[in-house]
Every structure is written in C-alpha cells, then in structure tokens.
C-alpha cells in the first residue's frame, strides 16, 4: 500500500524566490492536512483541505498558501522566500475525521 | 488555544531500564497521537488514543490517556538502543467545526549500552 508521497524531497531557494511543493495522499484518504517543522518552532500547523476545500489554517502569513485537487493530491505554495520559511514541511494525510494521520516523508526547503 | 507540554524535554536512559514521558494537554480533546522521528525522517505513527482510559502496547512501548486529567504517558520498559529518537504526543483540536493537531515539543531520547 503506498503511503503518502512528497515531492521534492530536498529544495534549495534563494529568498524572494517562491516555491511549490506537492503531496498525494493515500489513495482514499480526502484530508490532506500540511506542517511546518523548524528547530525553533517545532511542529506547527499550516493548514488543511478536505475535497477540494480549505478546512482550517494555521497562524501563518499570506505567503503560504495551498490547494488540493479533485484526486485529493495537495499542493503547497511559498511566495517570496524569506530565511526564515527554512524547514521540513511534513504532509498527512487521512481517511476521515475519525482517523488518525499517516505523514510523508517530508519536504527539506532551505532558503540561502 | 490548546497547549501541549512533554516532559522530559531530554532524556538519556541505559538499556535495560524503564522510564515514562509524559504528555500534559490544557483544553479538552479525546484524541492524542504519539509518533516516533528519527533523525532527518518524517513522523512515524505510534499510537493513536481515542478515548478515556484507552492503553495500547507495542513491543517495548505502551502509551495510556486520562481525558480527565488531560495527561497521556508513554511508557519505556527495559529499553534497547534502537528506541533511540525523539517521540512527539499530538492532541486533536476541534475549534469551531475545524480540526488541527498540536504538537508537543518532543522528547529526545538516547539509549545508551
């Protein structure tokens, strides 16, 4: 059974840049929900979509945004790099609200 | 908003010994989640709890939740090096029809021979 896939895996960017990173869920899975890991911060939520809908978002600024498809795949968008958005960005995804989260394997961005 | 403390922040134990990690949340959620990160790794699943009193068991590892007390523990018998990584509880919020899981800041444990 394939687990949930990120891609890229490892990004370099230079700020001002923008950058898109891209999840697919478990097939079956609807919720696709994005976090931000940093040393500093630790986990954080970034946002969550369930067919094709943003259902929450998390305390971040406008720069980040994101949208999920029809077949569930998810996308994720940073405009205008700052040092800062360094980070492993961590998708999940489950099969509904009463299910717990399977997590991909991650996305390494680091903004030079 | 919701809070999540873990203590110990560090822990370095000796094969063999048992310790317990302890996750304290402060609003009231009936779901937690404890995950394992190795170094450079993503998040792997270890317990999902869902209900008061819920006590699941895996090898070396058993994590127990008490809604009531909003405190979940993840206990370690007899550890051996591979559970060396750093665990993280993770507490369902439900706010206003929406959902989130906040995340404790993670338990950094080293097994050592």
């Known amino acids: 059974k394939a687990g949930v896939t990120q891609t890229p895996r490892y990004l370099i960017k230079t700020r001002g840049q923008q950058v898109t990173l891209s999840c697919s869920p478990i097939?079956?899975?609807?919720?696709v929900s994005w976090y931000q890991q940093t040393p500093g911060q630790g986990l954080q939520f970034l946002f969550e979509?369930?067919?094709?809908?943003?259902?929450n978002k998390g305390n971040f600024p406008g720069r980040f945004s994101g949208r999920q498809f029809s077949n569930s795949r998810s996308e994720m968008n940073v405009s205008t790099l700052e040092l800062g958005d360094s980070a492993l960005y961590l998708c999940?995804?489950?099969?509904?609200?009463?299910?717990?989260?399977?997590f991909g394997s991650g996305t390494r961005l680091t903004v030079v | 908003e919701l809070k999540v403390e873990q203590n110990p922040l560090f822990l370095s134990m000796q094969e063999g010994k048992n310790y317990t990690i302890y996750c304290n949340y402060s609003?009231?959620?009936?779901?937690l989640y404890w995950y394992r990160q190795d170094p450079g790794k993503s998040l792997e699943s270890l317990f999902v709890l869902l209900s008061n009193g819920a006590v699941k068991q895996e090898g070396r590892l058993m994590a127990s939740l008490d809604t009531k007390a909003r405190l979940s523990t993840l206990h370690i018998t007899a550890a051996v090096h591979d559970l060396s990584a750093t665990y993280f509880c993770a507490v369902d919020y439900v706010q206003g029809g929406s959902e989130k899981l906040v995340f404790g800041k993670g338990t950094k444990l080293t097994v050592n021979p």
């Open positions: 979509y369930f067919s094709e809908t943003q259902r």
């Open positions: 999940a995804s489950r099969r509904g609200e009463k299910d717990g989260y399977t």
């Open positions: 609003t009231t959620s009936d779901r």
């Open positions: 097939s079956g899975h609807r919720s």
